[in-house]
């Protein structure tokens, strides 16, 4: 008896074609398509981004100046621009002012202030919570250059509001206190993103689980232990890696204390415009900011392990 073959499954066939087909590319465009799309992107990154690293990190490796022979021939020196910075005591001494100035104002202080500000406003309505986050966003969306005046005006020694309100003389706060300055100053004017940022995530805690743990006896602080931090640790751990990483890179004390007392606020990003621009050492300050975009790397990738671990 002859076999009888049964015709193949036309339309079967056709799915799952179109189903590999949208599995490689949901929207249908094809990847030439696709690609022309995103290509201007890419262009961008690659022309504002990617060039300038690559150059910089060229610059580190050479002895290249502003001034002088170098600057018009400079010579490849390999990593001695990276071992002078690192026996180099004012490179330490920036590296460990960063730290203090991204733990005090950023983690501590942003992190700190936003989210006590977002706590005490989130049931509250009406004209004060307006005004309350009306004048944390005004500090933040200020320029770096108006904001920076207001707070030399108001720490001067000669003539200073604060020395005014206080009655304390001609007291040099930003002489005798320019870390702890920036910290506040930093403080201050970033907060509204955490606030912000915070408000939002609170926003998205059931009441009714705070109503439980209300009847249930649990403490202000329990509530928040027990169920506001663990419903909103994803925002805390993003909103801890964009400020660190913000603060990091922030050239704003620099129009506070100029990096002074004798380096006493001198935070890595005003160490590399010194050296550099200032210095006329642009091999030695490409070499630093290379060495600050690795630390920034370590401190996202820990960031990201550390949020994707909580999930």
Known sequence: MAQVTSPPDLAGEATDSTARRYSVDAA????????????????LIAVFLVFPALWVL??????????GVAAADPKVVGLDNF??????????????LTV??????????????GFTIAW???????????????????????????????????????????????????YAWLLEHPMLSIVIFNTWRGTAFSMMLYGAALGNVPPSHLESARLAGASGWQQLRDVVFPHIKGHILTNLLLI???????????????GGPEGKSEVLAVHVYKVALQGGQLGYGAAVSTAILLINLVVAVFYLRLLRSKK
């Open 120 to 170: 005490l406003l989130r049931d509250r309505r009406g004209p004060l919570r307006r005004i309350v986050e009306g004048l944390v966003i005004l500090a933040w969306i200020l320029p770096s250059a108006v904001v920076s005046f207001l707070w030399v005006a108001l720490l001067d020694a000669d003539g200073g509001t604060l020395n005014a309100l206080l009655a304390t003389g001609d």
């Open 244 to 258: 660190s990483l913000w603060t990091f890179n922030d050239f704003t004390p620099f129009m506070i204390t100029a």
């Open 83 to 96: 071992l002078s910075a690192i026996g180099n005591p004012s490179f330490w001494n920036s590296t460990w």
């Open 100 to 113: 203090q100035f991204v733990l005090g104002s950023a983690v501590i202080g942003q992190v700190g202030l």
């Open 28 to 43: 249908g465009l094809g990847r030439w398509r696709a690609g022309a799309f995103v290509a201007p992107a890419l262009l």
């Open 58 to 67: 060229y610059l580190g490796l050479t002895d290249y100046r502003l001034t």
